[in-house]
């Protein structure tokens, strides 16, 4: 009886129109999802392409000028790990040459804390402070750190506008010793001002952002405007120049800039001995823009504790 009353349910026109409507939407969902997938390895395989293209753009640029194959040169050790472009590598091998002392950094503009100069120092059980003057940046670091208690303990972070009035202050609020190993330094338009505005204070490194849109024997600095905002165009900062005679002031010698053009290295007088090349001028260390290589090689990155598996992304 179930199987004649089936029989007559299956004949009538709405319930097979409502089967071939069934069978209609099956097919374009098969079609969708493969449609998905071309996408999805379409973006893999332009992901690969873009990654071989930088690689090879690298290579060419290396190739070129043997001073990118000198050893003494920090361009032959850059390197990612954290950091946006090469300087974890480049940070290192300082490091490695200049031994640190108390293992402590401080760094001003981190965002989100997981792509610093400093963020694998401190996986690596350094201590430090951070300071950075986006409030969602700052909530995003609190939030991570609330699951990474062993990392947290090393970190003190500090939400504040930086300015050359009252980073002073703000460094003996918060018991930022005289002398730390590094100090990285990158907040786009008043960096040389703020740095500048640091005169007592005398990590052993110093790592910051200058304009490489100038030429190397060009002495320039964005004049300081209290409040002023980067209109993300070429003027701001300062020069390579301008930083390598402020340096100079302070005690400091120009041992290098990143291969993308963004970051200068320095190291403090006492420590140089014969570790780095001279002479340690803009014209010799200078690396122009290069703003198309920076690129996030492998996973999104995210921050590590000193124990295994205390992590977040």
Same mark, same amino acid.
């Given at each position: 009886?179930?199987?004649?009353?089936?029989?007559?349910? %299956?004949?009538?026109?709405?319930?097979? !129109?409502?089967?071939?409507?069934?069978?209609?939407?099956?097919?374009?969902?098969? %079609?969708?999802?493969?449609?998905?997938?071309?996408?999805?390895?379409?973006? #893999?395989?332009?992901?690969?392409?873009?990654?071989?293209?930088?690689?090879? %753009?690298?290579?060419?640029?290396?190739?070129?000028?043997?001073?990118?194959?000198?050893?003494?040169?920090?361009?032959?050790?850059?390197?990612?790990?954290?950091?946006?472009?090469? !300087?974890?590598?480049?940070?290192?091998?300082?490091?490695?040459?200049?031994?640190?002392?108390?293992?402590?950094?401080?760094?001003? #503009?981190?965002?989100?804390?997981?792509?610093?100069?400093?963020?694998?120092?401190?996986?690596?059980?350094?201590? #430090?402070?951070?300071?950075?003057?986006?409030?969602?940046?700052?909530?995003?670091?609190?939030?991570?750190?609330?699951?990474?208690?062993?990392? %947290?303990?090393?970190?003190?972070?500090?939400?504040?506008?930086?300015?050359?009035?009252?980073?002073?202050?703000?460094? !003996? !609020?918060?018991?930022?010793?005289?002398?730390?190993?590094?100090?990285?330094?990158?907040?786009?338009?008043?960096? =040389?001002?703020?740095? +500048?505005?640091?005169?007592?204070?005398?990590?052993?490194?110093?790592?910051?952002?200058?304009?490489? #849109?100038?030429?190397?024997?060009?002495?320039?600095?964005?004049?300081?405007?209290?409040?002023?905002?980067?209109?993300?165009?070429? +003027?701001?900062?300062?020069?390579?120049?301008?930083?390598?005679?402020?340096?100079?002031? =302070?005690?400091?010698?120009?041992?290098?800039?990143?291969?993308?053009?963004?970051?200068?290295?320095?190291?403090?007088?006492?420590?140089?001995?014969?570790?780095?090349?001279?002479?340690?001028?803009?014209?010799?260390?200078?690396?122009?823009?290069?703003?198309?290589?920076?690129?996030?090689?492998?996973?999104?990155?995210?921050?590590?504790?000193?124990?295994?598996?205390?992590?977040?992304?």
């Amino acid at each position: 009886m179930k199987t004649f009353f089936r029989s007559i349910y %299956a004949r009538l026109p709405i319930i097979r !129109e409502l089967h071939r409507i069934a069978n209609d939407l099956q097919v374009q969902k098969y %079609a969708l999802e493969g449609i998905a997938g071309e996408v999805r390895a379409s973006k #893999g395989f332009r992901h690969l392409a873009e990654c071989a293209a930088l690689v090879q %753009a690298l290579e060419t640029i290396k190739a070129g000028d043997a001073r990118y194959r000198d050893p003494k040169r920090l361009l032959a050790h850059g390197a990612q790990y954290w950091s946006q472009n090469y !300087e974890d590598g480049m940070i290192a091998e300082i490091f490695r040459r200049v031994k640190p002392t108390t293992r402590t950094f401080v760094e001003i #503009g981190v965002e989100n804390g997981s792509e610093t100069n400093t963020t694998c120092l401190l996986a690596q059980g350094w201590r #430090g402070w951070w300071f950075e003057g986006n409030p969602r940046s700052c909530e995003s670091i609190r939030n991570r750190l609330k699951t990474m208690p062993a990392l %947290a303990s090393r970190l003190s972070l500090r939400e504040a506008f930086i300015s050359p009035a009252n980073i002073n202050a703000l460094f !003996e !609020e918060m018991s930022v010793p005289r002398e730390v190993d590094l100090f990285s330094l990158d907040i786009d338009l008043d960096t =040389y001002h703020i740095w +500048a505005a640091l005169r007592e204070f005398r990590p052993r490194v110093v790592v910051v952002e200058y304009n490489a #849109g100038l030429p190397p024997d060009q002495n320039w600095v964005h004049p300081y405007t209290p409040n002023q905002m980067w209109d993300y165009t070429q +003027a701001f900062g300062a020069s390579l120049k301008a930083c390598e005679l402020l340096g100079k002031e =302070y005690g400091y010698s120009l041992v290098g800039c990143d291969i993308t053009g963004i970051n200068a290295f320095f190291v403090r007088n006492d420590l140089l001995e014969d570790h780095f090349v001279p002479p340690f001028t803009a014209e010799n260390h200078y690396e122009p823009r290069r703003y198309h290589l920076y690129h996030r090689w492998g996973h999104p990155s995210c921050l590590y504790g000193e124990t295994h598996g205390e992590k977040i992304s």
